[in-house]
């Protein structure tokens, strides 16, 4: 049972560079998540996806971009870095969109922009 | 604007005690909670839930207790093991059906 995949789990680059980061669930959920966690902020989130090729703005979705052409991957991409983007993403995938249905999440992927 | 918050940001206990971790919350019509934990390294992870119409809960050596009066939850760790040692949220609906809005943790640390 693979789960829920993040790569990379370590990444660091420069202000104004893209960056994407990978997510792949092999549950076939239908709902997935992006959320970033910062210190005195907790988990925000950025994107959502109810299914493939719909998705929608989170709590923080500015300078984020998002697709979503297979079910199985949810692909979040910095188009030009800033420093407060750095921070711990985590993608989430659930098979329901009610909050009663856990989100489980992937291991995150630890981004530095410098 | 609503919120979850946390009374305690650090908890430390003795291996084999009993721990208790609470979260206040601001939004009197929340009817589910759900709490989750957090391993250095890794994502959250969830514990157990709780409705609205319940004031107890018990899973495998955990156990939720809400209470409404003064929207208050807590989450009790029975025989504390250094394997609990972790970050402990406790989250609550946002709004929308999907969305989840979490406290800022805190961090349990068991001493052997």
């Known amino acids: 049972d693979a789960g829920i995949t993040q790569s990379p789990r370590y990444k660091i680059t420069e202000t104004g560079r893209q960056v994407t980061l990978m997510c792949h669930q092999t549950w076939s959920h239908s709902y997935m998540f992006w959320y970033r966690q910062d210190l005195g902020h907790g988990l925000r989130l950025i994107y959502y996806s109810a299914a493939a090729d719909i998705t929608d703005k989170g709590e923080v979705p500015d300078g984020y971009v998002v697709s979503r052409s297979k079910t199985e991957n949810f692909p979040l991409t910095l188009e030009s870095a800033t420093r407060s983007q750095t921070s711990v993403y985590f993608c989430?995938?659930?098979?329901?969109?009610?909050?009663?249905?856990?989100?489980?999440f992937g291991d995150g992927t630890r981004l530095s922009i410098l | 604007g609503e919120s979850v918050g946390l009374h305690l940001p650090t908890l430390s206990v003795q291996e084999g005690d009993n721990s208790i971790i609470n979260c206040a919350y601001s939004n009197s019509a929340s009817d589910y909670f759900i709490w989750y934990k957090q391993e250095s390294g890794k994502g959250p992870q969830f514990i157990i839930d709780i409705r609205s119409n319940m004031d107890k809960r018990q899973g495998q050596r955990v156990t939720v207790l809400l209470n409404k009066t003064v929207k208050h939850l807590s989450l009790q760790i029975a025989a504390t093991q250094p394997g609990d040692s972790a970050v402990y949220f406790c989250?609550?609906?946002?709004?929308?059906?999907?969305?989840?809005?979490f406290g800022k943790g805190t961090l349990l640390t068991v001493n052997p």
């Open positions: 989430a995938s659930s098979p329901s969109g009610t909050v009663e249905r856990p989100q489980h």
């Open positions: 989250a609550e609906p946002g709004g929308s059906n999907y969305k989840l809005t």
